[in-house]
């Protein structure tokens, strides 16, 4: 069975940083894609970054462009999404997302984790 | 960007009927390498993530039910719900995947009337 467990949510200030994370389990982690999608709370989705099988290629919306990194550990089967100089805006539940295709990164999101809680408040 | 625009923003069906949900891409999501359609339903129910439905345009995904189905080309797209039981209240998403960035539409809340 596919599962993803995001961590690493928190309430934090503005202009401080975050690091969430993803374990995955129940599939060959170093053979997918992934993503990180958001969700404000009450809204709709967001893309906000991607990242190869193999680490080769990750891409970021412009709103996180500059301030997010995403990187993976395939030995450790973990996803990271290292937040830097977060504003409020940033606030929302933020999905690990397996990408559907092999080795693919075109955002088709088969297996979607639970989400990990983003508050930026003062 | 490509844009992903829904509607309508809400409806309310009755069980048993059809419920159809649009949504408009600001350009052709058609990849003409293999002509498909670069794009994806998904289904949220609440407190959920999000459930990946169709992709493809047209494709259902193991276990989704057939009276769930995905139309259209180029830039507009249909998902119908062809006889709406109260398990299928959600907010349904579309979302291409031509191009990055990944864009999806601003969602359809689906209600039992």
């Known amino acids: 069975e596919v599962q993803l467990v995001e961590s690493g949510g928190d309430l934090v200030q503005p202009g401080r940083p975050l690091r969430l994370s993803c374990v995955a389990s129940g599939f060959s982690f170093g053979d997918y894609g992934m993503h990180w999608v958001r969700q404000a709370p009450g809204k709709g989705l967001e893309w906000v970054s991607t990242?190869?099988?193999?680490?080769?290629?990750?891409d970021y919306a412009d709103s996180v462009k500059g301030r997010f990194t995403i990187s993976r550990d395939n030995a450790r089967n973990s996803l990271y999404l290292h937040m830097n100089n977060l504003r409020e805006e940033d606030t929302a539940l933020y999905y690990c997302?397996?990408?559907?295709?092999?080795?693919?990164?075109?955002?088709?999101?088969?297996?979607w984790g639970q989400g990990s809680l983003v508050t930026v408040s003062s | 960007d490509i844009v992903m625009t829904q509607s309508p923003d809400s409806l309310a069906v009755s069980l048993g009927e059809r419920a159809t949900i649009n949504c408009k891409s600001s350009?052709?999501?058609?990849?003409?390498?293999?002509?498909?359609?670069?794009l994806t339903w998904y289904q949220q129910k609440p407190g959920q993530p999000p459930k990946l439905l169709i992709h493809w345009a047209t494709t259902r995904e193991s276990g989704v039910p057939d009276r769930f189905s995905g139309s259209g080309s180029g830039t507009d797209f249909t998902l119908t719900i062809s006889s709406l039981q109260a398990e299928d209240v959600a907010i349904y998403y579309c979302?291409?995947?031509?191009?990055?960035?990944?864009?999806f539409g601003q969602g359809t809340k689906v209600e039992i009337k």
């Open positions: 990242i190869s099988w193999n680490s080769g290629t990750v």
């Open positions: 350009q052709s999501v058609l990849d003409s390498s293999n002509s498909k359609n670069n």
């Open positions: 979302q291409q995947y031509y191009s990055s960035p990944w864009t």
């Open positions: 997302v397996r990408d559907r295709g092999f080795r693919g990164t075109a955002l088709v999101a088969d297996f």
